[in-house]
């Protein structure tokens, strides 16, 4: 299924767009936990509670938007999910109370949820088997573009003109579901499968767990609890960290921003990696890179370790998402593939309830910074396991 290298580069710049405006949201809330705490005298457990919400939100968009694109279309889908998390971050800068804005934090992580494993599905339909990994990498590195975008929205907005007018920015995406109807054409894969194949929500949500797939299934969810956990347990996290081990506010977004510039060369040496050593290598040798970082973040009492422990954090984890999400969709065929993987990114969001929650938890206790982070290395190394013992490598193998 050969496409055009301009075609090729449209597709990867539209889906990557609307990726990025999800990256963009994900990146201002962390900031935005931080303002809000000083605004509304939030407690760790409720700052914990508002990433949890936001990942509960993701864990049914993923699983309903994963069984619907199966049903209606990867492109319809996308659209459906860009609009949701926009029109529901513009809302949100009107709330006054936390409990609206959690309510919004639900809607938009259903949103966000269900964005990512149609988009990557999407993509990976609709490239060539011997560069489909380095492309839906790809299309993962526009994460980073939207992390710093919304990084820099944070550092330079927040401070001056109140969370709030950050959130109001985050709104403009909803307008790039009218790029998306006209110029982003759906998957050839799903409109021949749709044209020939018809059969229930319920069969495909079966068919995940049938002979053959069973092993990759069990593999996935693990591989994606234990990546969710530990990221949005850590990343969501990272500001207040900076916050607890001393620095002011503004110091910590500052640093923070320098950080997630380490992402994109994350991105690109994985997606460079991936279709000359495989999925398995680069999920394995990038998971335990995050697991070393980790370790030495938590335990770094001097700046210059600090923001050089942070910048690897972010290099091998997002650099590990990259593969994890080239490697999902080939796990499965057409018919099933955008159920499989919204299937296993909602168990994985499972574990993005959980680490935000732990956090705010431990650091109520009086636990320190060091011993939350080895949790999060030993989840990460579960996660290795499983690939390691439990993975089938798919490099360039043609999708059913």
Same mark, same amino acid.
């Given at each position: 299924?050969?496409?055009?290298?301009?075609?090729?580069?449209?597709?990867?710049?539209?889906?990557?767009?609307?990726?990025? %405006?999800?990256?963009?949201?994900?990146?201002?809330?962390?900031?935005?936990?931080?303002?809000?705490?000083?605004?509304?005298?939030?407690?760790?457990?409720?700052?914990?509670?508002?990433?949890?919400?936001?990942?509960?939100?993701?864990?049914?968009?993923?699983?309903?938007?994963?069984?619907?694109?199966?049903?209606?279309?990867?492109?319809?889908?996308?659209?459906?999910?860009?609009?949701?998390?926009?029109?529901?971050?513009?809302?949100?800068?009107?709330?006054?109370?936390?409990?609206?804005?959690?309510?919004?934090?639900?809607?938009?992580?259903?949103?966000?949820?269900?964005?990512?494993?149609?988009?990557?599905?999407?993509?990976?339909?609709?490239?060539?088997?011997?560069?489909?990994?380095?492309?839906?990498?790809?299309?993962?590195?526009?994460?980073?573009?939207?992390?710093?975008?919304?990084?820099?929205?944070?550092?330079?907005?927040?401070?001056?003109?109140?969370?709030?007018?950050?959130?109001?920015?985050?709104?403009?995406?909803?307008?790039?579901?009218?790029?998306?109807?006209?110029?982003?054409?759906?998957?050839?894969?799903?409109?021949?499968?749709?044209?020939?194949?018809?059969?229930?929500?319920?069969?495909?949500?079966?068919?995940?767990?049938?002979?053959?797939?069973?092993?990759?299934?069990?593999?996935?969810?693990?591989?994606?609890?234990?990546?969710?956990?530990?990221?949005?347990?850590?990343?969501?996290?990272?500001?207040?960290?900076?916050?607890?081990?001393?620095?002011?506010?503004?110091?910590?977004?500052?640093?923070?921003?320098?950080?997630?510039?380490?992402?994109?060369?994350?991105?690109?040496?994985?997606?460079?990696?991936?279709?000359?050593?495989?999925?398995? %290598?680069?999920?394995?040798?990038?998971?335990?890179?995050?697991?070393?970082?980790?370790? %030495?973040?938590?335990?770094?009492?001097?700046?210059?370790?600090?923001?050089?422990?942070?910048?690897?954090?972010?290099?091998?984890?997002?650099?590990?998402?990259?593969?994890?999400?080239?490697?999902?969709?080939?796990?499965?065929?057409?018919?099933?593939?955008?159920?499989?993987?919204?299937?296993?990114?909602?168990?994985?969001?499972?574990?993005?309830?959980?680490?935000?929650?732990?956090?705010?938890?431990?650091?109520?206790?009086?636990?320190?910074?060091?011993?939350?982070?080895?949790?999060?290395?030993?989840?990460?190394?579960?996660?290795?396991?499983?690939?390691?013992?439990?993975?089938?490598?798919?490099?360039?193998?043609?999708?059913?």
């Amino acid at each position: 299924m050969e496409n055009t290298t301009v075609s090729k580069r449209k597709l990867l710049t539209i889906a990557g767009t609307g990726w990025m %405006f999800d990256a963009m949201d994900v990146g201002i809330l962390s900031f935005i936990i931080v303002a809000l705490q000083k605004d509304w005298g939030l407690t760790p457990q409720q700052m914990g509670w508002i990433g949890s919400v936001n990942s509960i939100g993701m864990a049914v968009g993923a699983l309903v938007f994963g069984l619907l694109a199966d049903k209606i279309g990867r492109k319809n889908v996308f659209m459906i999910t860009i609009l949701l998390f926009s029109i529901g971050s513009g809302l949100s800068a009107f709330t006054t109370t936390l409990s609206l804005f959690l309510v919004l934090r639900f809607l938009i992580g259903m949103g966000l949820g269900g964005e990512l494993p149609v988009a990557s599905t999407l993509v990976s339909e609709s490239v060539a088997a011997h560069e489909r990994g380095r492309i839906v990498v790809l299309l993962e590195s526009f994460w980073a573009g939207g992390w710093l975008i919304g990084a820099l929205i944070s550092f330079f907005v927040i401070p001056s003109y109140g969370w709030e007018s950050a959130l109001l920015i985050s709104a403009i995406p909803a307008l790039y579901s009218l790029v998306l109807r006209f110029k982003l054409p759906d998957s050839p894969r799903f409109e021949k499968v749709k044209a020939v194949k018809k059969v229930s929500v319920l069969q495909n949500m079966r068919a995940v767990f049938a002979k053959g797939y069973t092993k990759r299934t069990v593999m996935l969810w693990i591989l994606w609890f234990c990546v969710v956990f530990s990221y949005y347990g850590m990343f969501l996290w990272l500001p207040s960290v900076m916050v607890m081990k001393g620095f002011s506010m503004i110091k910590s977004f500052e640093y923070v921003v320098i950080m997630t510039l380490a992402q994109l060369p994350g991105y690109f040496s994985a997606a460079w990696l991936i279709e000359r050593m495989g999925r398995k %290598f680069v999920l394995v040798t990038y998971l335990l890179g995050t697991a070393l970082s980790a370790y %030495f973040f938590g335990t770094a009492e001097s700046l210059t370790l600090l923001i050089v422990c942070g910048a690897l954090l972010s290099f091998f984890n997002l650099g590990a998402w990259g593969a994890l999400y080239a490697y999902t969709p080939e796990q499965y065929p057409t018919e099933i593939r955008s159920t499989g993987a919204g299937m296993a990114a909602s168990f994985g969001r499972i574990g993005g309830v959980l680490g935000p929650l732990l956090i705010g938890s431990l650091v109520t206790k009086g636990v320190a910074i060091p011993t939350i982070f080895m949790i999060f290395c030993i989840a990460i190394v579960v996660g290795v396991l499983s690939v390691i013992f439990l993975g089938e490598e798919t490099k360039q193998r043609q999708l059913a």
